[in-house]
């Protein structure tokens, strides 16, 4: 009798043992569960938000779009820099850009967000050249800042920067004549001539005289890729 006692606690034992194994768990490691039971209760009142959440240690799409979930949907920064950072960090270039943007336009921490677009331009993401020299022409007032910023855009082509100097010369430091030259240097990248004059004359109010400075200035000065050499038919 007490060996068959024996026995019986034996395979107890064994069948207790074998339901603490591990089971097959295919791609998914044992991190992974550790990462998705600390997964935000929110997100789960969203489909897409959780296969990212579950996809994110792996795929730096799936980072970026948690981090852009987090800035758009539920409005909660610290998240979204966590995950742009992320995303960032596995070579989703583009999550710098996005992370300049969140410092700037909701956090309001402009040197954070010079870091960042600096780090997107070094990455060739051109606009941010644009939202540099804005932080520096708008926020800071430090002009000269601005417009090294501005003319490195220009040098790469960025169509949104040389609409920010020529606004920068005519509002900031009253030079009409530079400010015409960027302006009329955007009918090269398809802005219509008819349109560009009628802008300098009825909202800038500019004179003939003062276009046609503009005009032979865009033709001389450094740093512009292209040219505008057509006539402006002026009066």
């Not at 009798?1 to 591990?22: H, W």
């Not at 981090?67 to 583009?94: H, N, P, Q, R, V």
């Not at 993401?125 to 002009?143: E, F, R, S, V």
């Not at 802005?191 to 004059?197: A, N, P, V």
Request: proline share 3%.
């Amino acid at each position: 009798m007490t060996k068959l006692i024996k026995i019986l606690a034996i395979l107890t034992l064994l069948i207790f043992i074998s339901g603490c194994e591990d089971k097959p768990i295919g791609k998914i490691t044992k991190d992974t569960y550790n990462l998705k039971s600390e997964m935000d209760p929110r997100l789960k009142a969203y489909p897409e938000a959780v296969e990212w959440y579950k996809d994110s240690l792996n795929s730096p799409d799936s980072s970026f779009n948690l981090g852009l979930f987090y800035d758009d949907k539920i409005k909660d920064s610290t998240k979204s820099i966590i995950w742009y950072t992320k995303a960032y960090e596995m070579g989703y270039k583009k999550a710098a850009f996005n992370l300049g943007y969140l410092y700037e336009d909701t956090i309001k921490d402009y040197n954070n967000a010079i870091k960042w677009y600096k780090i997107a331009f070094d990455n060739n993401l051109n606009d941010a050249t644009a939202n540099i020299g804005m932080i520096y022409a708008d926020i800071k007032k430090d002009y000269e800042k601005a417009i090294e910023w501005y003319k490195k855009g220009i040098e790469r082509e960025n169509i949104q920067s040389i609409k920010n100097i020529a606004w920068l010369y005519h509002r900031d430091l009253n030079d009409n004549v530079t400010a015409s030259a960027y302006m009329i240097n955007l009918i090269e990248y398809g802005k219509t001539k008819d349109r560009t004059i009628s802008f300098l004359k009825e909202k800038w109010n500019l004179s003939d005289e003062t276009i046609k400075k503009g005009y032979e200035l865009q033709l001389t000065m450094p740093g512009l890729p292209r040219r505008y050499k057509g006539d402006l038919n002026l009066d």
